[in-house]
Structures are given as C-alpha cells and as structure tokens.
C-alpha cells in the first residue's frame, strides 16, 4: 500500500511548490493547487486582468472564486497519515547565471531542461512531467532548453519556424508558406542547413586565413609602433641635442660680434683720449702763453718787453694740429644692418629647411591611408581651385571666373609680374596642394598638358626643360594625337584617351600622384609614388585652339 502510494505522490503534489498540497482547490481545467500557491500566481497577473493556468496556460476572466476541493484535501491527508517514511523528493536544481529559467515555476525559478515549440515554454523537470501528462495524445516539438525560444517561432503567425524559404534566404512556419512565401523556393529547415553546412567548412577557412593574414598584420604593425615609437625618441634627443649645439654656436657667434665691438670701441677711445689729452695739454698751453702776452702788452719797460716778447710770441707745435681729422659721423649703424641682414637670411633658410623638415616627418607613417577606389570616394577630397592671372602666358585667355583658359593668337595685355610664364603658354593655379586633394577638368584642343607643379619652376627662360614634365620640379599628363606622361623630361607612353574629362587625385604626405580618366566609369592611366617636397599647384599647357576647364 506504501509503495502503491508512494507511486502517486505525484497526483497529490502542487505544481507551483512541488509539495503535498495544502487547502487544495482545483480549477475549471482541472488542475489542482495549494490555496496559497494559486493566489500568489494570480496576485502577479492583477495588472493584466486575465488569470491563467500556470500549466496549461487556459485563461479565466474574471479571477475565479477559489473553493477548498474537500475529496481532494481527503484523499491528500489519506496519503498523508498512510505514509511509512516521507518521500525524499527529486533534488530541487534552481536556474543559475547563463541557465534557462523555467516559465511555469513561480517565486523561486527552476532550471528547465526542455522547451516546446507550440507552446513556447520552457519547462523543468516537474512541470515538463506536467506536461506531458496535459498532452498524451499530441505530439509538441520538443527541444532541448533554449533561452532562444522565440527567435524559433514566426512572430506572425505564433507557429514553429520548420521551413528554410530559399528565395529570401529566410526561415518561415507552414503557415509563411501558404501567405507571402507561397509559390516561393522552400525545404525544410534541415535540408537548408545541410545545403548551408557546405559552405560553412569553406567559409571557415576564409576566417581562418583571414585571421592569420590579419595576425600578421598585427605583429608588423606592433612592431612598426615599436620601431616608430624608439625611432621618435632618437629623433627627439638628436634634434634636441643639435638645436642645442646650433643656439651654443649662435651664442659664440653673438659674444664674438660684441667683444668685436667692444675692442674696437675701446681701441678708437683710447686713441681720441690720447687726441684730447695732446689738444687739453696745447690749449692750456697758449692760455698761458696768452695770459704772458697780456701781461707784457702793459709793461712800460722798453728791453724787458723786447727780450720776452720773442720767447712768448713763438707757437707751440703739435703734431696733431695738422694731421688730425675728427669723424663727426660715427655710428655702428651698418653692423646692425648687418647682423638684421644675416637674421632674415638665417630665418629663410630655417623656414625653408623647416618645411623639408616637415614632409620628412610626415613620410614616417605606421599606417598608410587608404587610397579612394570610386568617384563617389575619390569626390570626398574635392577641392576648389582657380587659375592665377599673375602666372599666366600672354597667348592664354582666362575666363569664367578664372576657372577656363584658352589659348589664343592674340596676345593679352597682361601687366608685367615676376611669376609670368613668358617662355612657354602655361599657367598655374593660385591654389596650392599640401594633403588629399581631387579635382577634374574637361579639355579640348589638339595639345593639352595637365599638370602639377612646385612654385619655383622656371617662369622666364624658353628651352626643353621649363615646360611642365620637362623637368623634376613637375609632373604632367599630356594629351593630343597621342597620350603619354611626363616627370624629369622622361616621356612614359599611354594608351589614347579618348574622354575629355580627366580627373587628378593627390596625397601629398603619402607621395601619390594619379590620373584618371572619366567616362561612365572611372579609368586610371597613370598612377606616380614619389616623395614630394614642396606644395603642388595644378597647372596647364596648351597649343593653338585647346582649352581647358576646371569643372
């Protein structure tokens, strides 16, 4: 009889505190509970209005009347008092961090060990039972406990995702099917995923040597960082160190310039103070001999004055009565002209040296930038430029707010500058580039060269090597019955370009150069990596009838 009992203890135990039940009711499913335990799941569910089984999930409205089920609180305490030893229940296993809760428990969550898909619940071991027992006929999709549940169900039609739908490369339920999928490339989820399996080993090892690639990488540039970092500091303390050595000798410089001063300031004191002691000792000298003169002019004795008057009368003699010449304009002023003269030459100079400095240091890069690869990319670094009319031929007419020249045969009447190209009909832009910079141009004409150039290229002298590319200070494309470039008077062939829009795209810090040819799609013909040194300007060449526009 114990044992027959003990078997079924299960029938009188509460579903919410899986003890035996106390003041059991049972509801209209017919689902049995303690009073306290039911009240306390219902006390929860207030603020919705709508109470439900905590097994089969039936709803009631309103909350219903719980009444004590006296056969069953009998036939409980029967169990109860007929029990030889209490059942020691199955250990009780609460859900922990990164475990599934169970959705029937109240109160205290137990792990659940299974989830069902119609019914979208996960379930632990007791309520799982519960379940089961609900459902005897039914055959519900049961999966191990997953706290992804509703990822697996259609959130439209509340049913099991079951169907892979090959044409939007999605998962749908049967009911998907038959709506906005019908008619659509469907299997079932487990011949998607056998289909998709396929590629996963492939597509793993992609990751894999993408990783490795990418591993690398990252050692390269840790070690560059490294290198960077070390090479930084040398740099630092060696600059430091030959500043330091270059004011030490400025200093030298400036004390031998002072006492250079100060010795000849001293020499010709010296020899002015020996003038004015020789001039002081002269003066005082005929003062006497004056005062003797005066003296004498009044004496009435006839041989005295004779015998003195002789001896008085004579001039004292100094040699530098005769020989001296007194420079009433001493100055040191053109040693300050000087040493102002050597001050604005040591600042050019520095400020020239300065600016190599510069592009040296922004060559030492750990990571390069990448380079644009479409015109919507390339567009982002568009700069604006305008051609300077100080700088240009007199053969090339600009217009359009000096963003159009054209050559012409009759000359413009241009002011004489310093900058004017006289030698050949070139002109540049007034606007300089030092970083990233993109623009296009559209040109026309049988002789076209598109260029860029550093500001000291040769303006008036007429000969091979002042045109644009005929030289190392520039860098052109040209453009007529055949294309080819040109850098340092080397001509390096191009296939025809046939577009009439051409655009240029520079980084300067990272010595890139390129042009490219615009059509429907974007065509690079000619790419230059180089160090540049100074500011580039874009610049034009033209023959008789070519033009060219800024766009």
Not at 5 to 17: A, H, I, R
Not at 60 to 87: C, W
Not at 288 to 307: C, M, N, P, Y
Request: glycine share 4%; with cysteine; net charge neutral.
């Amino acid at each position: 009889m114990a044992e027959a009992n003990s078997s079924n203890q299960d029938l009188f135990t509460c579903p919410v505190c899986l003890d035996l039940l106390k003041d059991p009711v049972t509801l209209n499913c017919g689902h049995s509970y303690c009073t306290g335990c039911i009240k306390d799941c219902w006390d929860q569910e207030d603020q919705k209005g709508v109470y439900s089984c905590p097994q089969c999930r039936q709803t009631f409205t309103p909350r219903p009347v719980l009444n004590r089920n006296n056969i069953v609180a009998e036939l409980v305490e029967q169990f109860r008092k007929s029990r030889i030893q209490p059942v020691v229940p199955a250990p009780v296993v609460c859900a922990g961090a990164g475990d599934v809760e169970c959705d029937v428990c109240t109160g205290r969550k137990l792990k659940a060990v299974k989830s069902c898909l119609d019914c979208v619940l996960s379930y632990c071991e007791t309520h799982y039972k519960a379940h089961n027992e609900l459902h005897p006929g039914r055959k519900h999709k049961i999966v191990d406990a997953t706290g992804q549940l509703q990822e697996r169900v259609c959130t439209q039609h509340e049913k099991p995702l079951e169907i892979f739908c090959r044409t939007d490369q999605t998962c749908v339920c049967f009911l998907c099917m038959v709506d906005e999928h019908k008619g659509h490339d469907t299997v079932s989820a487990s011949a998607g995923r056998k289909e998709k399996q396929t590629h996963l080993g492939e597509t793993q090892r992609k990751f894999q040597q993408r990783i490795l690639e990418r591993e690398k990488e990252l050692q390269k540039l840790r070690k560059a960082v490294e290198t960077l970092k070390s090479s930084a500091q040398t740099a630092v303390e060696d600059s430091e160190s030959i500043f330091t050595e270059m004011i030490r000798s400025i200093e030298r410089r400036r004390s031998e310039v002072k006492e250079l001063i100060r010795a000849q300031e001293k020499a010709e004191v010296s020899r002015a103070e020996e003038h004015l002691k020789q001039l002081e000792q002269e003066i005082a000298e005929l003062k006497r001999r004056d005062a003797e003169l005066e003296q004498l002019s009044h004496t009435e004795d006839h041989i005295h004055f004779l015998k003195t008057f002789q001896s008085v009368s004579n001039t004292p003699e100094t040699k530098y009565v005769s020989s001296t010449c007194v420079n009433q304009s001493l100055s040191f002023e053109a040693v300050k002209k000087s040493v102002s003269s050597l001050k604005g030459q040591l600042e050019d100079f520095c400020k020239e040296e300065l600016m190599k400095i510069s592009a040296a240091v922004t060559e030492v890069q750990a990571t390069l930038p990448s380079e644009p690869t479409t015109r919507e990319e390339f567009l982002q670094y568009s700069c604006h430029f305008t051609l300077d009319p100080n700088t240009a031929n007199s053969h090339l007419h600009l217009s359009e707010g000096n963003r159009r020249v054209e050559w012409r045969r009759a000359l413009q009447s241009y002011a004489d500058h310093p900058e004017r190209f006289d030698g050949y009909p070139q002109v540049l832009c007034g606007e300089g580039v030092s970083g990233r910079c993109y623009w296009e141009v559209e040109w026309s004409g049988k002789n076209v060269f598109i260029a860029v150039s550093y500001k000291s290229i040769s303006r008036k002298v007429r000969n091979a090597l002042w045109w644009f590319g005929g030289n190392d200070q520039s860098w052109s494309l040209m453009l007529q019955s055949s294309s080819s470039f040109w850098h340092n008077n080397k001509e390096t062939k191009l296939p025809l370009v046939a577009s009439s829009r051409i655009a240029v795209y520079v980084d300067h810090w990272a010595g890139t150069l390129a042009f490219y040819s615009i059509s429907d799609t974007m065509t690079l013909l000619h790419r230059v990596q180089t160090s540049f040194t100074h500011t580039l300007y874009p610049g034009f060449y033209m023959n008789t009838g070519s033009s060219v526009k800024l766009l």
